[in-house]
């Protein structure tokens, strides 16, 4: 370094002291010697000697001895011309030097006010060049803040106090931010160069945490270059760019840290993986604490650090939406790791606002989504219950322009992570296990001996083995990653402490009086629609939506639903004998049974997932972890079956285009929770109550149940047929015949899919069966009204004739318990139908007008089979033949009847059914008479005109009374004219 050099800005600080030679002399030489390791005396080799000093000294005609003056000096000498291998440890050992000094005065020193002034010149002298350090790197000889940093990181206890008085004289001389746009930013670069796995990040949190433990810092820490994402930044960028981001992305979420640690060729057993994992979670539960401390700090450092972290998160978040979407790219957006550090940091400043007591619920505002101030970008968001147009009008006509209060911040900014951080995890399960599928069945493929040397492809293929394995292990490493943080309860529970306190938020933004959980529930809060062509009008129930709910952005309500489903799914299952389970339960209580608050169906059926997960027994025998509220709650006793039964009937239409199917997995979820709720007689008094007093409604609800039993019965037992050909098929082939076209590759998978079909279609249908035995046992009435009777019968006499006829053979599979599928057993659940309705005249008669299906020999095959395996005892198999019987006398009867009418006119005839009508009406549009029962059933599944595709309610039919009176007089003639035949042949 030359001398020009050395004389830039900024210069040496001064000393504020300059006293002549006197008494303190000898004791400066000695604290100096002491302190600074330098001496005067050139034959002293235990110390560096001062040339430059001694020279001016003897020129100046004065002893070579120090004075308290040469303090300044003697620092500047030693760092820019004797040097020292790390000039910044050097400040900083002469700085802990005098700091014994000052602990070892004596207090009857007649010099010690002199002395002590000495060294607090000394410790202002050492602390402001440490800080020069930082802000001229070649400043002194060796300088290199690389260097000086290393060795903090290192040795953060021994320089902990040293750096505090550093950021001390920083902030007192108004030069604190340009040292931290130094330190702190070279300290960032640290992390960035590492991962989870190097325990070297601790020391460097460690001078994060001590360095923000100062005020003064936290309040400018947000303006130290490179804090916020700038606007260009791509989402995957900002956790590499940013300040922060370093920190915030370490954990064993990031993709190394799980490869490297749970990779199965070197963790085989899953006691290791276990172990790793827990290790893991005991980490990273350390470290969410000290991130959360880093956090916490700058949020209280001052009101624009707590205001520019918020808008830093935010920022991040409103990047990284698609992280929810079905086809997410997620190399191109915010890493997992890094998405749920930030998520479990803000679930923590949220809990003091959202603890059991719920009495802070008032301070967050429900208008915040019309807030001009608002941190998050809604504006391509789906709504609860409108659409944008009419939130953005809405918004519009009800701005509001007043900074939002911190506790709003945060809890709307932390339902969004919800979704958006913790949300990405889900999706990224469910990418990494149909990964894993795809991988597993592939290697298995390749692994297979080549049938063909010559096929150059499958050579090819096989190349690609190995890296197939590898990416198939990695994919697994990154699962056992997931796994672990699913199964982390702490972390679990605080998340769903967020979630209960969620949940009672959102109940009281749309309970009316908005006054919950201070007064009880009453629902429903819009009076329900009893009629059948209403009660799924979707349109009907969004005007009803409350407001300004209605205009929330759904992410609000999903994310919610989200966890819970996600959360249950796990052994660590957060809300399992947990005290605040019971406002998660009136949440999804409150949006089950009123129907203006979700426009969204299939969030109400992961609701009813999550019940059905709740309601079902432990492990262990014991009932479901929310069967015990279920059971005892005044609200959910109320109202669950009747929010369960409409949804049941709702679902029909989900707005999608595969609506057909998707009804069935939520019909499955209801039809498991009314089983485990039939044990309580509360809710079989409540099944009785809507049948007597809702017959509209559960004439709908049962016309539901009876298409998807007929639907399900029927595609299940064609598939199994299509199982049991081509499993005959291929045993063919390998005897070297063939009856069907196809390959042997093209026969495996039709073979696949008939069977995941046949699996998922059996299963259903035993599920819809119980729901029929337990109903018609209870409530025989509800399943004869004329509008389903006859479906009823007809679908109960074809899988009759299914399942014990001649085609019988035709179901039998290979393996029949790989699909669930016992036939004895769904013949038995058959049979109960039959027996709970026989002593309903109609059901007997419908039975018996079912020319298709309807068979006496029937019964009695299944009646032998019943009798041979054991599968009821004779009172059951005398009342199922009883029926049977009576059923044959109608059918007989009935037949004589039809032969006395001989051939009935045109007009009067059904034009859907083409039967004989009896209570004839006519259609307002089409004009056409049809009949009443008829008309009715047609209407309980597709609300038009079955002739022209109008919209058509059941109300606005016409009867047709004198058409209905000539049918009676047309009956009475002919019966008259046979009974006059007959008088005259007796005659």
Same mark, same amino acid.
């Given at each position: 370094?030359?001398?020009?050099?050395?004389?830039?800005?900024?210069?040496?600080?001064?000393?504020?002291?300059?006293?002549?030679?006197?008494?303190?002399?000898?004791?400066?030489?000695?604290?100096?010697?002491?302190?600074?390791?330098?001496?005067?005396?050139?034959?002293?080799?235990?110390?560096?000697?001062?040339?430059?000093?001694?020279?001016?000294?003897?020129?100046?005609?004065?002893?070579?001895?120090?004075?308290?003056?040469?303090?300044?000096?003697?620092?500047?000498?030693?760092?820019?011309?004797?040097?020292?291998?790390?000039?910044?440890?050097?400040?900083?050992?002469?700085?802990?030097?005098?700091?014994?000094?000052?602990?070892?005065?004596?207090?009857?020193?007649?010099?010690?006010?002199?002395?002590?002034?000495?060294?607090?010149?000394?410790?202002?002298?050492?602390?402001?060049?440490?800080?020069?350090?930082?802000?001229?790197?070649?400043?002194?000889?060796?300088?290199?803040?690389?260097?000086?940093?290393?060795?903090?990181?290192? /040795?953060?206890?021994?320089?902990?106090?040293?750096?505090?008085?550093?950021?001390?004289?920083? $902030?007192?001389?108004?030069?604190?931010?340009?040292?931290?746009?130094?330190?702190?930013?070279?300290?960032?670069?640290?992390?960035?160069?590492?991962?989870?796995?190097?325990?070297?990040?601790?020391?460097?949190?460690?001078?994060?945490?001590?360095?923000?433990?100062?005020?003064?810092?936290?309040?400018?820490?947000?303006?130290?270059?490179?804090?916020?994402?700038?606007?260009?930044?791509?989402?995957?960028?900002?956790?590499?760019?940013?300040?922060?981001?370093?920190?915030?992305?370490?954990?064993?979420?990031?993709?190394?840290?799980?490869?490297?640690?749970? @990779?199965?060729?070197?963790?085989?057993?899953?006691?290791?993986?276990?172990?790793?994992?827990?290790?893991?979670?005991?980490?990273?539960?350390?470290?969410?604490?000290? #991130?959360?401390?880093?956090?916490?700090?700058?949020?209280?450092?001052?009101?624009?650090?707590?205001?520019?972290?918020?808008?830093?998160?935010?920022?991040?978040?409103?990047?990284?939406?698609?992280?929810?979407?079905? $086809?997410?790219?997620?190399?191109?957006?915010?890493?997992?790791?890094?998405?749920?550090?930030?998520?479990?940091?803000?679930?923590? #400043?949220?809990?003091?606002?959202? @603890?059991?007591?719920? +009495?802070?619920?008032?301070?967050? *505002?429900?208008?915040?989504?019309?807030?001009?101030?608002?941190?998050?970008?809604?504006?391509?968001?789906?709504?609860?219950?409108?659409?944008?147009?009419?939130?953005?009008?809405?918004?519009?006509?009800?701005?509001?322009?007043?900074?939002?209060?911190?506790?709003?911040?945060?809890?709307?900014?932390?339902?969004?992570? #919800?979704? =958006?951080?913790?949300?990405?995890?889900?999706?990224?399960?469910?990418?990494?296990?149909?990964?894993?599928?795809?991988?597993?069945?592939?290697?298995?493929?390749?692994?297979?001996?080549?049938?063909?040397?010559?096929?150059?492809?499958?050579?090819?293929?096989?190349?690609?083995?190995?890296?197939?394995?590898?990416?198939?292990?990695?994919?697994?490493?990154?699962?056992?990653?997931?796994?672990?943080?699913?199964?982390?309860?702490?972390?679990?529970?605080?998340?769903?402490?967020?979630?209960?306190?969620?949940?009672?938020?959102?109940?009281?933004?749309?309970?009316?009086?908005?006054?919950?959980?201070?007064?009880?529930?009453?629902?429903?809060?819009?009076?329900?629609?009893?009629?059948?062509?209403?009660?799924?009008?979707?349109?009907?129930?969004?005007?009803?939506?409350?407001?300004?709910?209605?205009?929330?952005?759904?992410?609000?309500?999903?994310?919610?639903?989200?966890?819970?489903?996600?959360?249950?799914?796990?052994?660590?299952?957060?809300?399992?004998?947990?005290?605040?389970?019971?406002?998660?339960?009136?949440?999804?209580?409150?949006?089950?049974?009123?129907?203006?608050?979700?426009?969204?169906? $299939?969030?109400?059926?992961?609701?009813?997932?999550?019940?059905?997960?709740?309601?079902?027994?432990?492990?262990?025998?014991?009932?479901? !972890?929310?069967?015990?509220?279920?059971?005892?709650?005044?609200?959910?006793?109320?109202?669950?079956?009747?929010?369960?039964?409409?949804? =049941?009937?709702?679902?029909?239409?989900?707005?999608?285009?595969?609506?057909?199917? @998707?009804?069935?997995?939520?019909?499955?979820?209801?039809?498991?929770?009314?089983?485990?709720?039939?044990?309580?007689?509360?809710?079989?008094?409540?099944?009785?109550?809507?049948?007597? $007093?809702?017959?509209?409604?559960?004439?709908?609800?049962?016309?539901?149940?009876?298409?998807?039993?007929?639907?399900?019965?029927?595609?299940?037992?064609?598939?199994?047929?299509?199982?049991?050909?081509?499993? /005959?098929?291929?045993?063919?082939?390998?005897?070297?015949?063939?009856?069907?076209?196809?390959?042997?590759?093209?026969?495996?998978?039709?073979?696949?899919?008939?069977?995941?079909?046949?699996?998922?279609?059996?299963?259903?249908?035993?599920?819809?069966?119980?729901?029929? @035995?337990? !109903?018609?046992?209870?409530?025989?009435?509800?399943?004869?009204?004329?509008?389903?009777?006859?479906?009823?019968?007809?679908?109960?006499?074809? /899988?009759?004739?299914?399942?014990?006829?001649?085609?019988?053979?035709?179901?039998?599979?290979?393996?029949?318990?790989?699909?669930? !599928?016992?036939?004895?057993?769904?013949?038995?659940?058959?049979?109960?139908?039959?027996? /709970?309705?026989?002593?309903?005249?109609?059901?007997?008669?419908?039975?018996?007008?079912?020319?298709?299906?309807?068979?006496?020999?029937?019964?009695?095959?299944?009646?032998?089979?019943?009798?041979?395996?054991?599968?009821?005892?004779?009172?059951?198999?005398?009342?199922?033949? +009883?029926?049977? *019987?009576?059923?044959?006398?109608?059918?007989?009867?009935?037949?004589?009847?039809?032969?006395?009418?001989?051939?009935?006119?045109?007009? =009067?005839?059904?034009?859907?059914?083409?039967?004989?009508?009896?209570?004839?009406?006519?259609?307002?549009?089409?004009?056409?008479?049809?009949?009443?029962?008829?008309?009715?059933?047609?209407?309980?599944?597709?609300?038009?005109?079955?002739?022209?595709?109008?919209?058509?309610?059941?109300?606005?039919?016409?009867?047709?009374?004198?058409?209905?009176?000539?049918?009676?007089?047309?009956?009475?003639?002919?019966?008259?004219?046979?009974?006059?035949?007959?008088?005259?042949?007796?005659?």
């Amino acid at each position: 370094m030359d001398e020009t050099t050395k004389r830039e800005e900024p210069l040496p600080v001064q000393s504020k002291h300059s006293t002549p030679q006197s008494q303190l002399s000898p004791w400066c030489t000695s604290l100096f010697g002491d302190v600074f390791g330098v001496t005067l005396n050139v034959d002293d080799t235990s110390k560096r000697f001062l040339e430059s000093t001694f020279t001016e000294l003897v020129e100046e005609g004065l002893d070579p001895q120090f004075e308290e003056s040469h303090a300044d000096r003697i620092i500047i000498e030693y760092l820019t011309e004797v040097g020292n291998t790390n000039p910044f440890k050097w400040l900083r050992d002469c700085w802990v030097k005098v700091q014994q000094y000052k602990r070892t005065l004596k207090a009857k020193d007649p010099l010690r006010d002199e002395k002590l002034q000495v060294l607090e010149e000394i410790d202002r002298l050492t602390s402001n060049y440490g800080l020069v350090a930082f802000q001229i790197e070649d400043m002194f000889i060796n300088g290199n803040i690389d260097t000086y940093l290393k060795d903090v990181i290192a /040795n953060d206890s021994l320089y902990s106090d040293f750096i505090i008085q550093i950021l001390y004289h920083a $902030h007192e001389e108004g030069t604190l931010l340009e040292f931290l746009n130094v330190f702190v930013v070279e300290l960032a670069k640290e992390v960035s160069k590492i991962d989870f796995r190097d325990s070297h990040y601790q020391l460097v949190l460690n001078v994060f945490q001590l360095i923000l433990s100062q005020k003064p810092v936290a309040a400018v820490f947000t303006q130290i270059d490179n804090f916020h994402a700038k606007e260009e930044v791509k989402p995957h960028r900002i956790e590499t760019t940013t300040l922060l981001g370093p920190l915030f992305r370490l954990s064993p979420l990031q993709s190394t840290v799980s490869i490297a640690l749970f @990779d199965e060729n070197t963790n085989s057993s899953s006691r290791k993986v276990k172990s790793v994992g827990e290790s893991l979670q005991a980490e990273h539960k350390v470290l969410l604490e000290r #991130l959360f401390f880093i956090t916490d700090k700058i949020i209280r450092g001052s009101e624009q650090s707590r205001n520019d972290l918020l808008k830093y998160f935010a920022t991040i978040v409103n990047k990284n939406h698609l992280r929810r979407g079905d $086809h997410a790219d997620f190399s191109k957006l915010a890493s997992n790791a890094f998405m749920t550090n930030i998520s479990m940091v803000l679930i923590r #400043l949220s809990l003091p606002f959202l @603890d059991s007591s719920l +009495t802070k619920l008032d301070k967050i *505002d429900p208008n915040y989504f019309q807030n001009t101030h608002c941190l998050i970008d809604i504006s391509e968001e789906t709504r609860a219950n409108a659409t944008n147009a009419e939130a953005n009008e809405y918004f519009e006509a009800h701005k509001i322009d007043k900074k939002p209060n911190f506790i709003s911040d945060c809890f709307y900014l932390t339902l969004t992570y #919800l979704q =958006y951080g913790l949300g990405g995890l889900y999706i990224s399960e469910s990418k990494l296990d149909k990964l894993i599928k795809h991988l597993k069945s592939t290697v298995e493929n390749l692994n297979r001996p080549i049938s063909d040397p010559s096929n150059r492809l499958q050579m090819i293929q096989r190349m690609q083995l190995p890296a197939l394995q590898k990416k198939l292990e990695q994919a697994k490493s990154e699962k056992n990653a997931l796994t672990s943080f699913f199964i982390h309860r702490n972390l679990q529970l605080e998340i769903f402490d967020f979630i209960a306190g969620s949940s009672a938020f959102l109940v009281r933004t749309v309970e009316p009086t908005h006054l919950y959980p201070k007064t009880k529930l009453r629902l429903p809060f819009v009076p329900d629609v009893i009629g059948v062509e209403n009660v799924d009008n979707s349109e009907h129930f969004r005007e009803q939506a409350p407001v300004p709910y209605k205009y929330f952005p759904e992410f609000c309500v999903e994310g919610v639903i989200n966890f819970v489903l996600s959360s249950c799914k796990f052994v660590a299952n957060p809300m399992i004998r947990n005290s605040r389970l019971p406002s998660l339960m009136e949440f999804m209580l409150v949006f089950l049974r009123c129907p203006e608050l979700i426009g969204n169906p $299939h969030l109400k059926g992961r609701l009813v997932e999550v019940l059905s997960i709740g309601t079902y027994p432990m492990t262990d025998g014991t009932p479901g !972890f929310m069967q015990d509220i279920i059971d005892t709650d005044p609200l959910l006793t109320d109202n669950l079956l009747y929010a369960l039964l409409d949804f =049941y009937v709702v679902v029909e239409k989900t707005g999608s285009s595969s609506q057909f199917y @998707d009804k069935f997995n939520s019909r499955f979820h209801i039809s498991c929770i009314l089983e485990q709720i039939w044990k309580n007689s509360v809710y079989k008094r409540q099944l009785i109550h809507q049948s007597e $007093h809702n017959e509209e409604f559960f004439i709908r609800f049962v016309a539901r149940m009876l298409n998807d039993l007929t639907f399900l019965l029927d595609e299940s037992l064609r598939q199994l047929q299509d199982v049991h050909a081509v499993q /005959n098929e291929l045993e063919l082939r390998k005897q070297g015949g063939s009856n069907m076209d196809g390959t042997n590759e093209d026969l495996e998978s039709r073979l696949s899919s008939a069977e995941n079909q046949a699996r998922a279609d059996i299963q259903l249908a035993n599920r819809t069966l119980d729901l029929f @035995d337990m !109903f018609t046992g209870e409530v025989p009435k509800a399943f004869i009204k004329p509008e389903i009777v006859g479906r009823l019968a007809s679908m109960l006499d074809y /899988n009759l004739e299914a399942l014990v006829g001649p085609k019988c053979t035709e179901l039998k599979v290979r393996e029949p318990e790989k699909y669930k !599928f016992n036939p004895k057993d769904l013949l038995l659940k058959i049979c109960k139908v039959f027996v /709970n309705l026989s002593s309903e005249s109609d059901f007997t008669k419908a039975v018996a007008n079912d020319s298709r299906s309807f068979k006496r020999a029937l019964f009695n095959r299944a009646e032998d089979i019943i009798r041979r395996w054991g599968l009821s005892n004779e009172d059951f198999i005398k009342c199922l033949v +009883t029926f049977a *019987d009576k059923a044959e006398e109608t059918r007989i009867a009935d037949e004589a009847e039809e032969q006395d009418l001989g051939e009935i006119p045109d007009e =009067y005839l059904d034009p859907l059914m083409y039967t004989l009508m009896e209570d004839p009406v006519i259609l307002p549009g089409s004009k056409v008479n049809i009949d009443r029962a008829t008309i009715r059933s047609h209407l309980l599944s597709d609300s038009t005109d079955p002739f022209n595709r109008m919209p058509l309610k059941y109300e606005d039919v016409i009867p047709n009374d004198d058409l209905k009176q000539e049918i009676l007089d047309w009956k009475r003639g002919k019966k008259a004219n046979k009974s006059t035949d007959v008088n005259m042949t007796d005659a």
